[in-house]
């Protein structure tokens, strides 16, 4: 499977790649710690895979511009907050995609989840895996939410030198923030440390820590 892994064909890899997934630690993914107040607030997104042209991408959105909107412009996967009608975060994570796409939730089969993700605007975030049916896909974009989509091989974000992390500060913390310098766009953030956990499933993220370092301990440059 790894001599071919971002080739391989639909049937034998979308199951290989569940298996995988589900191997992970469950706990939540924060680098935050206690630079965050608490609670979190719940919410979701879809981490798109597509087969196109013989290999495997994943499939990212560029945000809307909004000039009061932090997140204006980033790069994201299709998702948000859960709402009182979602009954878990699968639903949540179906539902905005098919809002901000017009992806439809028949032409895509879920995975599974990825363990949730703490973010920097203090939401506990569940990735969704899900498999979209076929490509092209005629997607309908929330002009409000979306400027555009993309997809990024595999491959390429499996390849080492595509990946950058840096320490960056956060009230009483250091956290460690990981960057993916496409030529398209950068890809950064809560995002791409989704990205990164996935490719640890499939065995190609470098052992990083993942927690943040509290200031109030040694903080050296040959930390890597």
Known sequence: M?????????????????RRI????????DPFGSALPRPTRPAAVLVPLV???????????????????PHSGQIAFPGGRTE?????????????????????TV?????????????????????????????PYPLRLQPDEVAETFLVPLAWLA????????????ATRLVPTYYFRHPRA???????????????????????LEQGIPLSRSFTASIR
């Not at 790894?2 to 569940?18: C, Q, V």
């Not at 087969?51 to 909107?69: S, T």
């Not at 920097?120 to 490509?135: D, I, K, R």
């Open 186 to 208: 950068l890809i950064w953030g809560a995002t791409a440390r989704m990205v990164v956990t996935l490719l640890h499933a499939l065995g190609y993220a470098p052992a990083y």
């Open 107 to 135: 032409d895509v089969t879920l995975l599974a989840a990825l363990p949730p993700h703490r973010t920097a605007s203090n939401y506990c975030v569940t990735p969704w895996l899900g498999y979209v049916h076929y490509w």
């Open 2 to 18: 790894m001599d071919d892994l971002f080739h391989a064909s639909p049937n034998g890899f979308l199951p290989w790649l569940r």
């Open 159 to 170: 390849d080492t030198r595509h990946l950058e992390r840096r320490w960056r500060r956060l």
């Open 84 to 104: 009182s009608q979602d009954p878990d975060a699968r639903a949540t994570a179906l539902r905005e995609a098919q809002e901000e796409l017009g992806l439809r």
């Open 51 to 69: 087969f196109a042209q013989g290999a495997w991408h994943l499939l990212f959105l560029r945000r809307a511009e909004h000039p009061h909107d």
């Open 22 to 29: 589900e191997a992970l630690p469950p706990e939540p993914r």
